[in-house]
């Protein structure tokens, strides 16, 4: 078959001198392009302009070649100094310090390269998952579609809350508005009609055009698409998406400043030592050496990748469990979130909606199959039916559409109800659409004779609020009883179930609703009531949140009684839940507003004042949204929460994380890795600042005092190399704590550092260093030659850090959660190094070592267990005091609770 070349963007007409898309008329358009308006392009020609003109991506910038990443490794002032004593040891001729000295740098960068690309490799598989979808209609039936695979000539349907994904030229449009800030800077939503406009008109005055990029902020429309991926103006003004790395978080660039005055201090120091050397009358070749291994000991430079690597391994486990990371800050975040803020349909119910109840006619119904329906109920349905933009289940096919309105097919169905004879019966000439915030929708229909009616459905008050009659059981209008129909609804929606009111009308014209606008002086048909169970996980993942310390707030576009019923099946409070409805938001003072559990009828306005207000308020907040109009608050919110399933682009494109199941169960799951993260983060500092401060500490006590050095320069870089990698990573894998969720969110802003953490990194600091200088004297006094002297101070010192690395799997418990193979394997492969280094003849003469005897091991055994139990013993006598009891005060209100102990309580 002949694909047609997609046309040429940048409004020039090609070299065919072909015009540009804006400038030509749909139907011209949809010949050119070998499409049809109505039904667009069949599946199997879709895929051979896949094939053809490739994918609908824009390219992406080349990645740096594995050699260049490698080198980036060493464009670091640390490595600088270390290459440049590497080369004055050398040229002193110390050949072995030199060479090991440079094997640091080596295999600090292959691990370096071996992090960022792990790092990379997870970030890039989370990009993938979070994928445009399109709707589109292929050979005449309307699907959903990702992105990528749009072809030209695609038909394209478009409405509020969608990304464009492709350049396309409106076939139809009905007040639609697109927002194309991200390709014209214009702040302002453009509105989209179309026709064909003149050759010469400029990109942000297309108003027939809808651009790749740009997303739709109301109405609804239909397209062709002209141009995909780097043809799009998108793709034109380059917004290229370059691989740059893995990206840093401010807790990264926190640590990573933090390592860096620390390197500076050190190596300052280093200086001071190599002076204080020279007058005590070391020789300056020894001290050089000395200097340079001291502050190589003491950086510990491991610490900012390991905390990148933290980071990754936690968004690689949110994944896992349905939480899509977009921001990696977030993973931060998480952790310390005190508030979630949470929709109710979709999220903590399963938006199954089956009607349980219709009220028309003054009565409610239950039906049996076969009986003749009163002509109010049947009114009711057919509504229902008319009123409604879904599709029906027919046999095979699962029915298409928004639950609440699947639901209402299924209902008529079920009472012998013909769906399709029904709609053809009465064709539909207009429709004002459901909108969030309107809450109502309403439809024309031409019946056989020539009549038009009208049909409306919506939120209960606002309905009442337009009708003036009421239809009686049997069929003939009435005065309305407004009172009495109220209470009707608000008994249903008490019951927890989501009401919708039915009304009829008679237009005047076949267009409606100008201005959008619905009409007024409606006759009420009646009411359905739906039941949407509740998610099972999320009823338990409520309550492990309240354990947690964290605040649930349900915010929700449903009735208040509907809601309060749903609050209290979730127990979400403590007692019978505070309930506001959007009209007493408005007039509620900020204090107050903070207090209460469940929002309803909240409009998008109001969901960011909550966010603004709880932040004021020093709480973290999650929020999680689905609209277009959600995208301000979902930005503003610590942790911006999408639903992967329902949401909308623009909410996912505004997000910080998406779930992929739409669940609550999800985001509890989410804080609970994001928790682990800093715990990892924590337990990793714990591990490597001591061992460090200690390799630094040994050599420059030595020195300042005049005494002989426990362990040579050299063998100082060989345990500095060593242990960081096959010990100190490990802890980056460590599982989560099994009680991680009954403790209180960490308190925001909290720093890393926690007088905890300092104590513990004190105490271990001083058993290294004391515990290597008594057993070096201590050794030479009993009749030791240096070498075995030394021997033993340097297995002494790698075995004390390998039973430290076990007490530091958990900082304040002494059993860690599972099973860490990484620190078994790490810790296997050190014990060998070690082996080696002490009975290998070459490494003896390298590394100046010498065989253990029996009591020497039994020495480091010793040793190494006693650093663990005094490891332990700080945290017996440092363990958290139990928590108080259900009065503990609330996040929210933690401003006013004494201070929390450190954030290693359990
Ligand atoms: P939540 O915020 O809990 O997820 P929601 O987002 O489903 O709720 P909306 O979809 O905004 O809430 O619906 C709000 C109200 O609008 C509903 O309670 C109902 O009364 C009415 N409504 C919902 N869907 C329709 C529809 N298709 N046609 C007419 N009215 C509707």
Not at 64 to 85: C, I, M, N, W
């Amino acid at each position: 078959m002949r694909v047609p070349a997609p046309a040429r963007p940048g409004g020039q007409a090609d070299t065919a001198g072909r015009a540009p898309a804006h400038a030509l008329d749909a139907a011209e358009t949809i010949t050119l392009l070998g499409t049809d308006g109505r039904t667009g392009l069949t599946e199997a020609e879709a895929a051979a302009r896949n094939v053809h003109n490739g994918l609908n991506v824009l390219p992406t910038g080349r990645p740096t070649s594995a050699l260049g990443r490698f080198f980036r490794q060493f464009e670091d002032p640390l490595v600088y100094v270390l290459l440049a004593s590497a080369a004055v040891t050398l040229s002193l001729g110390q050949l072995v310090d030199s060479s090991v000295i440079f094997a640091v740098v080596l295999l600090n960068a292959v691990v370096g390269l071996l992090q960022e690309s792990r790092a990379e490799h997870a970030l890039a598989a989370l990009a993938g998952m979070v994928t445009t979808e399109v709707r589109v209609v292929r050979g005449g039936a309307p699907i959903r579609l990702s992105a990528e695979k749009l072809a030209t000539g695609d038909l394209v349907l478009l409405r509020a809350g969608d990304k464009v994904a492709a350049d396309s030229l409106l076939i139809s449009a009905r007040t639609l508005q697109i927002d194309e800030s991200a390709l014209t800077g214009e702040a302002a939503p453009v509105t989209k009609v179309p026709g064909a406009l003149p050759r010469a008109t400029a990109l942000a005055d297309r108003r027939n055009m809808a651009h790749a990029g740009t997303v739709v902020t109301r109405g609804e429309g239909t397209a062709v698409v002209v141009a995909i991926g780097a043809a799009t103006e998108l793709g034109l003004i380059n917004q290229l998406m370059t691989a740059t790395g893995v990206p840093t978080t401010p807790l990264t660039r926190k640590l990573a400043g933090f390592s860096r005055r620390l390197s500076v201090g050190i190596v300052a120091l280093a200086v001071v030592l190599f002076l204080v050397g020279l007058l005590r009358g070391y020789r300056a070749g020894e001290m050089f050496t000395a200097a340079v291994t001291m502050a190589v000991g003491a950086i510990p430079e491991g610490l900012p990748a390991a905390v990148s690597i933290v980071l990754a391994i936690g968004v690689v486990r949110m994944a896992r469990r349905g939480a899509i990371v977009r921001r990696l800050p977030s993973v931060e975040t998480l952790g310390s979130t005190t508030v979630v803020c949470t929709d109710k349909t979709g999220t903590l119910t399963t938006n199954r909606m089956t009607v349980t109840t219709v009220f028309a006619g003054g009565r409610t119904h239950e039906w049996a199959g076969g009986d003749p329906l009163p002509p109010a109920l049947r009114e009711c349905l057919l509504t229902g039916v008319l009123c409604n933009e879904a599709q029906p289940a027919d046999g095979t096919v699962a029915a298409i559409g928004d639950p609440t309105e699947t639901a209402l097919l299924t209902a008529a169905r079920e009472a012998g109800l013909d769906i399709g004879a029904e709609r053809s019966a009465r064709p539909r000439v207009d429709v004002l659409p459901f909108e969030s915030g309107r809450n109502l929708m309403a439809t024309v229909h031409r019946t056989a004779d020539g009549r038009l009616t009208g049909y409306l459905k919506g939120a209960p008050e606002k309905v009442l609020a337009l009708c003036r009659d009421q239809l009686r059981e049997d069929g003939i209008g009435e005065p309305l009883e407004r009172e009495s129909q109220r209470g009707t609804a608000e008994a249903l929606a008490r019951r927890g179930l989501r009401v919708l009111a039915f009304a009829m009308f008679t237009p005047a014209a076949e267009a409606a609703f100008p201005a959008d606008t619905p009409p007024d002086g409606l006759t009420l048909v009646g009411f359905q009531a739906m039941h949407d169970p509740p998610r099972p996980a999320a009823v338990a993942a409520v309550a492990a949140c309240r354990r947690a310390g964290i605040t649930v707030k349900m915010i929700t576009g449903d009735h208040g009684e509907t809601a309060r019923a749903i609050a209290r099946n979730f127990a979400l409070t403590e007692g019978e839940p505070v309930v506001l409805t959007g009209a007493e938001i408005a007039v509620t003072p900020d204090d107050a507003l903070a207090g209460v559990d469940v929002f309803a009828r909240v409009s998008p306005e109001q969901k960011l004042r909550l966010v603004t207000l709880l932040q004021e308020r020093g709480d973290v907040v999650a929020m999680t949204g689905d609209g277009v109009n959600d995208a301000p608050a979902l930005r503003k919110a610590d942790i911006g929460i999408a639903m992967g399933r329902s949401g909308t682009e623009v909410a996912k494109e505004a997000a910080d994380m998406v779930l992929a199941n739409d669940d609550f169960a999800t985001i509890e799951a989410a804080v609970e890795e994001g928790r682990a993260v800093f715990d990892n983060i924590r337990k990793f500092m714990a591990w490597t600042l001591p061992t460090n401060i200690a390799e630094g500490l040994v050599i420059l006590v030595a020195i300042v005092l005049g005494a002989q050095l426990p362990m040579l320069p050299v063998q100082v870089l060989w345990i500095n190399m060593t242990t960081a990698v096959f010990l100190g990573l490990a802890l980056a894998f460590e599982p989560k704590e099994t009680a991680i969720m009954a403790r209180r969110p960490r308190p925001p802003g909290q720093a890393l550092m926690t007088a905890d953490l300092l104590r513990r990194i004190t105490l271990v600091s001083v058993i290294l260093v004391a515990g290597s200088f008594a057993v070096f004297t201590w050794q030479l006094r009993t009749g030791a030659s240096v070498t075995e002297a030394r021997s033993i101070t340097v297995t002494v010192f790698v075995f004390a850090q390998i039973a430290y690395l076990f007490s530091c799997r958990s900082l304040d418990r002494f059993r860690p959660a599972g099973w860490n193979p990484w620190v078994l394997g790490g810790v296997a492969v050190m014990i060998a190094l070690q082996v080696a280094i002490l009975y290998v003849p070459l490494m003896n003469e390298l590394f100046h070592t010498a065989p253990l005897t029996v009591g020497g091991w039994l020495l480091v055994l010793g040793l190494a267990a006693t650093t663990f139990l005094i490891a332990e013993l700080d945290k017996y006598l440092w363990r958290p005091r139990p928590r108080r009891g259900p009065g503990s005060p609330r996040p929210s209100e933690k401003g006013t609770s004494a201070p929390a102990p450190a954030a290693t309580r359990g």
